[in-house]
């Protein structure tokens, strides 16, 4: 399993990847600290963010801009 970095970069540091491409709206955004992926919470339509944890396996996530606190999606807590 990869290692989360909390220097990663956004790929798409402007919304969710996933609804700026669907041209849908997002409640809250999610950052993996993989790979960069942002992706929308699962209170949005779309729930990308944990849409990519179930297709990559990366298990870590930050909220998005703020990185005020990391998610474990393996052992759903907060880190």
Same mark, same amino acid.
């Given at each position: 399993?990869?290692?989360?970095?909390?220097? #990663?970069?956004?790929?798409?540091?402007?919304?969710?990847?996933?609804?700026?491409?669907?041209?849908?709206? *997002? #409640?809250?955004?999610?950052?993996?600290?993989?790979?960069?992926? #942002?992706?929308?919470? =699962?209170?949005?339509?779309?729930?990308?963010?944990?849409?990519?944890?179930? =297709?990559?396996?990366?298990?870590?996530?930050?909220?998005?801009?703020?990185?005020? *606190?990391? *998610?474990?999606? #393996?052992?759903? =807590?907060?880190?």
């Amino acid at each position: 399993m990869k290692q989360a970095n909390a220097s #990663v970069k956004p790929k798409t540091p402007k919304g969710c990847e996933e609804c700026l491409e669907e041209g849908t709206r *997002w #409640v809250q955004l999610r950052m993996c600290l993989v790979c960069g992926h #942002v992706g929308c919470c =699962d209170s949005s339509v779309g729930k990308h963010a944990t849409k990519h944890f179930h =297709d990559t396996g990366h298990p870590v996530m930050t909220s998005f801009p703020s990185k005020a *606190w990391n *998610w474990c999606y #393996v052992h759903e =807590d907060y880190m």
